[in-house]
């Protein structure tokens, strides 16, 4: 408040308050502007990459004008705000996604060229925000879009990591993991020198008593980093509207003690000691479904928690607000148990700072805080060792145990009969060590617990959290069926087919912000002009996919043929070695043919791209055994352009918007009831794509959408994978006859040394095949066929495409959002042009 200007002052202020360019013409004005000034050189000296920076600088000026408008207007307006916690934001590039939601593309396109530029090469300069592994925190991203397309008073928060998801290189077929330095240069953040938290670990609690007999913890000694924030601007698409996203850095917090041992000479341990602070947010943990129990992965978590909590409750004390009002003023949603800490850190800022009684402080919490769930794969719930939260965390600790035990106490009153019930719903599983169960302290401490999907929302009431619908009741646990955001899965990766939609839809200034309206583009499925254009937009996707694969990987893939893709995290739930597995047998297929019967044949690419967790060895398997396959397979005379097999190099999210708008056919085929959503199957539906699927995750609400006739379902349900996996341990277990040839046929050599792929051989044949992946083979197999066969009815085909892309507005993450908003937030959009704040507040 000390720095705001006072009120005599302010005229001059608002008389020249900045604007951003308007127009081509300041457009260029301000990239030159740019070039000579803040990047100090000239237009003998201004390649692509300083054409990037001078454009996202021009940009980026736009962007903060808004972005401090809506800051002022939600602090004028002081109504209820979202807070998405996140450890992971898989952003993506910045810059194209700003022209778009500012809708200035054209603008700079032409400005660009005027200049000596082609607006998609400077795209392309960009590195991409790559603060994420897979679906989870692309979800948060689409959400960051939404909330602010939305006018949402809303605000993300996360780490901002030195390091991204690693940079892939497959080296003789071999994944090489190498380190993404991302922040060489980065214009769409903003350091936030004068916001820091410092932020305490370890250390010991001591007790006081007062007069009243109140007694009050305090945590003690340890050790402090500081939290310092760097801002990232959202921008909404057309609206003003233009929220942040909070990432959050560590460094050394400055204290007399490291001050002392630098001067008394003792450097080293003083550099020492900031680059240990440092570390806390100098990597991203590249495990997708996976938990790993590390310490400085607790670390990451409190660290950012604590920060985010503070800076959440300074905003709220502002307004002078009794406690008891906090939850009308805040929401939390808790992405996944990583943010779980928050609940017990929130507790302990009430009773320990603050004075609130238990029961009150409580209350409040409850009402705060809502935990979304993205699996029900047991080897990803987050356990942490009583021991090791103990050390990092003493008075959390204690905080958690005495959740624990009024949460017990009320379980026992309400279910005296059930004795086994306390150690099931137990948040410290009595094991050895014992553990703290994140996420039942993420339902305890929360007011609404949902699912990604239906399929997804049913099961964890029916299986991982049973009990707790049985104590909380079933209105706790609810659905919110993940979505997408249309404008960076849409306009921005695919303009060709974004247009045509234009030309039926109407503006897309409605329909990608409405777009239930894509419908109106099915009473144009007859058309055959439309049905004309949407063929050439499909074709001039796949040549942009076909010249990226040359470039790459130096193969020859043609556009005519039908391209089937399968991109996502390399996991044995998602079952890429079935599908590299049906590639063999299509393979041998070809081979047993005489040349006459494989000219007949519809050609076929198969694309796959995707991580593997760098400790994950069975994934890794899973790569070198597609890029073996691919070089046998691209190299073999006899099969041409028959079949062709090619992996893409470090898949992320500006890779999949070349890849996804050129599908034909792309693979979700987990076992069922393993994905709790996937959000990339709706991506490619909306793409103009058509899957083939289990019925698993958003694959059955896509089916229930645009009509089983448009959508190769195959598999074993959900319901029978126990009884399955029960025979295929326990009872006789036969391979599929045409997966024992491939398995004979990988063992013969044929793509390397056999020893390489035993692993992925006998999982099936010896282990119990626990993914089902002999199960569902013939069916998958079948499913193929009947792909190919559908195929090659082109008119049929189209029908399908269109009529499923009309249907696909319900995947908008805009409806997604509004459903949080109303069913679990209960907050309202704060529309931009109520009042600007100018002048006003802060
Ligand atoms: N998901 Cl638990 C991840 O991407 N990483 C994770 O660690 C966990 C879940 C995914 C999940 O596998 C997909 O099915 C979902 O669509 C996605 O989260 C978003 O909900």
Redesign the pocket.
Same mark, same amino acid.
């Given at each position: 408040v000390e720095a705001s200007i006072p009120e005599p002052q302010r005229e001059a202020w608002l008389k020249n308050q900045a604007s951003g360019f308007k127009g081509k013409d300041q457009f260029e004005k301000e990239v030159v502007r740019h070039v000579e000034t803040t990047l100090a050189r000239s237009m003998f000296n201004c390649d692509e990459t300083a054409a990037y920076a001078a454009t996202s600088l021009a940009f980026r000026d736009r962007l903060v004008i808004e972005w401090n408008r809506t800051q002022q207007r939600q602090t004028f307006a002081d109504s209820k705000r979202v807070y998405y916690l996140s450890l992971?934001f898989l952003m993506g590039r910045a810059l194209d996604n700003a022209m778009l939601n500012i809708g200035e593309k054209e603008v700079a396109k032409s400005g660009l060229s005027e200049l000596g530029f082609r607006v998609e090469d400077i795209i392309q300069q960009e590195h991409d925000a790559a603060l994420?592994?897979?679906? #989870?925190? $692309?979800?948060a991203a689409c959400f960051l879009d939404s909330l602010a397309s939305l006018n949402f008073p809303a605000w993300g928060y996360g780490l901002r990591y030195r390091y991204g998801i690693f940079k892939q290189e497959i080296i003789d077929g071999y994944q090489v993991e190498v380190p993404d330095y991302w922040l060489d240069f980065n214009p769409w953040e903003f350091p936030r020198h004068d916001v820091t938290v410092d932020i305490q670990f370890y250390g010991n609690v001591n007790k006081t008593t007062d007069d009243s007999g109140k007694v009050t913890a305090h945590w003690e000694g340890g050790e402090t980093v500081r939290a310092v924030a760097y801002d990232v601007p959202i921008p909404g698409y057309a609206t003003p509207s233009t929220n942040n996203l909070r990432l959050w850095s560590s460094q050394a917090a400055s204290g007399e003690f490291d001050f002392q041992k630098f001067n008394s000479g003792d450097y080293e341990s003083s550099v020492g000691d900031q680059q240990r602070a440092e570390t806390i947010s100098a990597v991203l943990y590249p495990?997708?479904? #996976?938990d790993r129990g590390k310490e400085l992965r607790l670390k990451q978590q409190y660290f950012w928690v604590a920060a985010s909590l503070y800076d959440i409750v300074r905003r709220f004390k502002k307004s002078k607000r009794p406690w008891r009002e906090f939850p009308d003023q805040v929401a939390i949603q808790l992405n996944?148990t990583h943010p779980t800490l928050a609940i017990v850190e929130l507790q302990r800022i009430l009773i320990d700072l603050e004075g609130l009684d238990w029961d009150d402080a409580w209350n409040i919490v409850q009402q705060t805080f809502s935990y979304?769930? @993205?699996?029900v #794969?047991p080897e !990803?719930l987050e356990k942490w060792s009583v021991g090791l939260v103990q050390h990092l965390l003493p008075r959390h600790l204690q905080i958690i145990y005495d959740i624990n035990l009024f949460f017990l106490q009320m379980v026992e009153r309400n279910f005296p009969k059930d004795r086994e019930m306390l150690s099931r719903v137990s948040i410290i599983e009595e094991s050895q060590p014992k553990m703290v169960r994140m996420a039942y302290l993420a339902i305890v401490g929360s007011h609404k617990v949902n699912g990604?999907?239906e399929l @997804?929302s049913d099961l964890i009431r029916t299986t991982i959290f049973k009990d707790f619908v049985t104590i909380f009741g079933p209105d706790k646990f609810v659905n919110v069926t993940?979505g997408i955001t249309p404008r960076r899965w849409l306009h921005q990766a695919n303009p060709g087919l974004s247009s045509l939609i234009a030309s039926k839809a109407g503006d897309p200034e409605h329909y990608l912000k409405d777009l239930t309206l894509l419908n109106k583009i099915e009473l144009s499925v007859n058309d055959p002009a439309f049905r004309k254009a949407w063929a050439e937009v499909k074709l001039a996707n796949k040549q942009r996919l076909a010249d990226y694969i040359k470039s790459t990987t130096g193969i020859v893939v043609s556009p005519k043929a039908l391209f089937d893709v399968q991109v996502k $995290?390399i996991h044995e739930y998602k079952r890429q070695q079935m599908n590299i597995f049906g590639v063999i047998f299509r393979y041998l297929k070809l081979k047993s043919m005489s040349p006459e019967e494989r000219k007949k044949v519809l050609p076929r690419v198969s694309i796959f791209g995707g991580k593997a967790a760098p400790g994950y060895w069975m994934a890794k398997q899973i790569i070198h055994l597609i890029n073996s396959v691919g070089s046998v397979v691209n190299n073999d005379p006899d099969i041409g352009d028959a079949l062709k097999v090619i992996f893409l190099e470090d898949y992320n999210v500006s890779k999949a918007e070349i890849i996804i708008p050129a599908s034909d056919i792309s693979e979700h085929i987990?076992t069922a009831g393993t994905? !709790?959503?996937?959000?990339s199957n709706m991506k490619f539906v909306l793409n103009g794509g058509l899957i083939i699927g289990t019925c698993d995750? !958003?694959n059955i609400e896509i089916t229930r959408e645009i009509g089983e006739e448009n959508i190769f379902l195959f598999g074993n349900l959900a319901e029978d994978v126990d009884d399955l996996r029960h025979k295929n341990t326990y009872g006789d277990h036969k391979i599929d006859p045409s997966l024992d040839k491939v398995f004979n046929v990988i063992q013969s050599g044929t793509f390397g040394n056999a020893q390489d792929f035993q692993g992925m051989v006998s999982a099936v044949r010896e282990h119990g095949d626990f993914y089902l992946v002999s199960d569902d083979f013939h069916s998958y197999l079948e499913t193929q066929e009947l792909v190919d066969k559908s195929y090659a009815d082109q008119e049929l085909w189209i029908t399908k495409c269109i009529t499923s892309v009309a249907r696909m507005g319900f995947f908008s993450s805009d409806r997604c959002i509004n459903e949080y908003a109303e069913e679990i937030w209960n907050v309202e959009p704060l529309q931009p042009d109520t009042n600007n704040g100018v002048g006003k507040g802060e």
């Open positions: 992971e994420g592994n897979g679906g #989870l925190g $692309r979800l495990n997708d479904n #996976l996944d979304t769930n @993205h699996t #794969l !990803a990604v999907a @997804h993940n $995290r987990s994905e !709790a959503s996937g959000t995750g !958003a």
